[in-house]
């Protein structure tokens, strides 16, 4: 038996960035730890928050994760956590999830999207719909900084111009929407879910895959430990997209050089969002 590097019981998950051996406890309060990091400059987790954790399409094992850590999150805190299950996603744990409240929504369109960068988009745009509709304040989106740094890369070779979802946070109409995983990278994200008992199926009609581009397919296959920039490179990369813009999407904040409606948001149409008759 391989022991845990932290509390000597029985290690699951070998972390190479650190070279730890840790057990699903130690796992979690890792990330827990790294996701508090950047949650506290921020303030979002501070009394009276009320904060969405959307199931996503795009990176779901990174998304169920966060749902899982978010049973433990928010001790010591007066923060309201609401997780948001939609209709396209049919969410299957061997465990117990009592304390989480969860709630099932319907969302149209249904994703059906090879380009990540309109699938984080898709996300981050029913997940804005629905928060003001409930009246959160705090949306905790599940981008790892793997995914951060690929997505890097995916918006020009896509010839988007989508740079605002790499943003730590961003504030759109009185709600903030945070990069939760911003200090994490997504192999052990997405193995704690695992380790947890989460699995899930895609329920829409469209099963297409979300696809890189081919110079991204072959990085990914290097491993998740792969890392092109950092967050204050991205931070200026946006600082200088923020200057050349003439204004925000008035739908998703995105940074818009004419317009008031960015390119993502007139190719998706805006997502609506309803809440389901709940079991």
């Known amino acids: 038996m391989i022991e845990c590097s932290l509390c000597g019981g029985r290690a699951v998950y070998y972390r190479s960035s650190s070279g730890h051996f840790l057990c699903t406890s130690c796992l979690g309060r890792v990330l827990e730890r790294a996701i508090r990091r950047t949650l506290s ?13 959307p199931v996503t399409y795009y990176n779901t094992l990174a998304s169920l994760a966060l749902l899982g850590i978010s049973l433990f999150m928010k001790r010591g ?22 304390r989480v409240n969860a709630l ?65 946070a961003t ?47 072959e990085l990914r296959g290097l491993g998740p430990e792969v890392e092109f920039s950092s967050r204050r490179t991205l931070e200026l990369i946006l600082n200088t997209i923020k200057m050349r813009s003439k204004g925000r999407c008035v739908y998703c904040g995105e940074p ?6 960015c390119e993502l948001c007139n ?7 309803k809440i389901l008759p709940q079991p």
């Not at 400059?41 to 954790?53: D, E, H, Q, V």
């Not at 879910?193 to 297409?208: H, I, N, Q, S």
């Open 41 to 53: 400059p921020l303030g979002a987790l501070k009394p009276g928050s009320r904060i969405l954790i």
């Open 77 to 98: 805190y007066g923060s309201v956590i609401q997780v948001a299950i939609p209709d396209f996603i049919e969410l299957k744990y061997s465990g117990k999830l009592g």
């Open 171 to 217: 504030s759109v109409n009185g709600v903030m929407v945070v990069n939760a995983l911003a200090d994490v990278e997504a192999e052990p994200i997405a193995s704690y879910a695992t380790l947890l008992g989460f699995d899930f199926e895609t329920t829409t009609e469209c099963r297409v895959k979300l696809r890189a581009s081919h110079i991204l397919g």
């Open 256 to 261: 818009v050089a004419s317009g008031d409606v």
């Open 104 to 168: 099932r929504v319907s969302v149209d369109p249904k994703p059906c999207y090879e380009d990540p960068v309109l699938a984080v988009h898709y996300d981050r745009l029913w997940s804005l719909r629905l928060a003001s509709l409930l009246g959160y304040n705090v949306i905790l989106m599940p981008l790892t900084r793997t995914d951060l740094t690929l997505l890097a890369l995916e918006i020009p070779l896509r010839g988007h111009e989508a740079w605002g979802m790499l943003s730590l």
């Open 267 to 273: 190719i998706i149409k805006t997502s609506t969002v």
